[in-house]
């Protein structure tokens, strides 16, 4: 039997390798998985304390966010390749839209 600290390890832990990969990287593609993987984490803390406390409050939570990066998804990859289709590049730095 998995303890509620291993889950909250373990979710800190690849909270914590999103954060990283989004303060410093420069790849747009990167940066979105590493959004991506801090959603997931937060999903594991939710459906571990719903597990520990024995409602289904935290699988619902989970659902609703699940649905809500299903739609970014889309929608971020969408915004990616008309970036790169424009520009050429998926790097944050050379993307400079709003300048002009």
């Given amino acids: 039997m998995v303890s509620l600290n291993s889950y909250l390890i373990l979710g800190a832990l ?7 990969g989004v303060f410093t ?4 593609l990167i940066i979105y998985m590493c959004i991506e993987l ?3 984490a937060v999903n594991l803390t939710f459906v571990a ?7 289904m409050d935290g699988h619902i ?6 649905t809500v990066a299903a739609a970014e998804a ?3 990859l969408a915004i ?13 730095d050379a993307i400079n839209l709003m300048k002009g």
């Avoid at 939570?61 to 699940?66: A, C, H, K, W, Y």
């Fill in 14 to 20: 690849l909270f914590s390798i999103g954060a990283i």
């Fill in 61 to 66: 939570f989970v659902f609703m966010i699940m």
């Fill in 74 to 76: 889309a929608v971020g």
């Fill in 25 to 28: 990287r420069r790849n747009a």
């Fill in 80 to 92: 990616i390749i008309a970036l790169f289709r424009n520009k050429e590049t998926v790097n944050v």
């Fill in 38 to 40: 801090m959603l997931n």
């Fill in 49 to 55: 304390f719903s597990k520990y406390l024995g409602n």
